[in-house]
């Protein structure tokens, strides 16, 4: 009888060893799944679309003022000649803390271009706008992360682009 009540409580433990495996592994998947979810997170640097046609170009801010007592920030401009009725810019590294400044200026102010702000698709714009009189359009704003812009017009002109963040 003894023999018998020995063997059951450890069959019992063996299946409470049997759980507790299960569970560790469970917990063990459960976390590399996190961080991998975690670490694939940078690589979407950009709105998402599922538009093959999209294909954005990716601005690197570099530093601006640097080793000056002032405060400095980051900045990019350019030139830029539109090869495409639409073009797609994306940012990376932006923070919350700093503000962020888009402009641009057509060579031509009488060929407007549609501009537009995203966040995390490209179907959705966060914020949008059209070049003035002067060929100019300007947004101030704050996010972190990632965004893009997209800049669109049916005449291919010139245009000057600045990013600060």
Not at 96 to 107: E, F, K, L, M
Request: proline share 5%; hydrophobic share 35%; charged share 20%.
């Amino acid at each position: 009888m003894r023999d018998a009540v020995m063997a059951a409580g450890r069959a019992s433990a063996d299946r409470g060893s049997d759980e507790v495996r299960q569970m560790r592994h469970g917990f063990t998947i459960g976390c590399i799944l996190l961080a991998g979810a975690s670490v694939a997170r940078p690589v979407m640097a950009q709105p998402f679309t599922l538009n093959d046609k999209i294909k954005p170009t990716e601005i690197k801010l570099q530093p601006y003022r640097e080793g000056s007592g002032k405060a400095g920030g980051r900045i990019y401009g350019a030139v830029i000649t539109q090869t495409q009725e639409a073009q797609y810019f994306f940012v990376q590294g932006v923070s919350i803390y700093s503000p962020n400044y888009v402009g641009i200026t057509a060579d031509d102010p009488s060929a407007p271009v549609q501009v537009s702000l995203h966040k995390e698709v490209w179907d959705q714009p966060n914020l949008r706008g059209q070049t003035d009189n002067a060929g100019r359009w300007d947004a101030k704003f704050k996010t972190s992360g990632d965004f893009g812009s997209r800049s669109h017009r049916a005449k291919f002109l010139r245009d000057t682009q600045s990013w600060c963040g």
